[in-house]
């Protein structure tokens, strides 16, 4: 107990730290990349989407929200680019490895957000 009242305290990151820490600007930076790709594509289909079109809107609409809103919920995202998901399907093997590269980062950051809400 008198550890906890009085024992040294971990620095809390600043929100520019933490967001570093977890490569989230690389992680934008990616996501308007997989924009620009997805402008040059037309049609297709994936689960949820009826074509390229539909899918770039949404992925436009979430990248806004985490950019403008300050939302960092990736859940959506991070569905979207796992291998299988609605990019793999319209981007095809030219976007595989943005895809992987995008997959990996939400994956670290949603992990990574959780580990640090058990710890508070």
Request: no cysteine; glycine share 8%.
């Amino acid at each position: 107990m008198f550890n906890w009242l009085f024992g040294k305290k971990q620095k809390q990151l600043t929100k520019f730290e933490y967001y570093e820490k977890w490569d989230f600007y690389g992680l934008l930076d990616d996501l308007h990349i997989a924009e620009r790709i997805l402008k040059n594509k037309t049609g297709g289909y994936s689960g949820d989407f009826d074509s390229v079109e539909q899918f770039r809107e949404a992925l436009e609409d979430e990248i806004d929200w985490i950019e403008y809103n300050n939302k960092t919920d990736l859940t959506q995202i991070h569905k979207w680019f796992l291998p299988t998901g609605a990019w793999d399907d319209f981007a095809g093997q030219e976007g595989l490895e943005l895809g992987n590269r995008i997959s990996e980062r939400t994956s670290k950051w949603i992990k990574g957000t959780a580990e640090e809400r058990k710890r508070q």
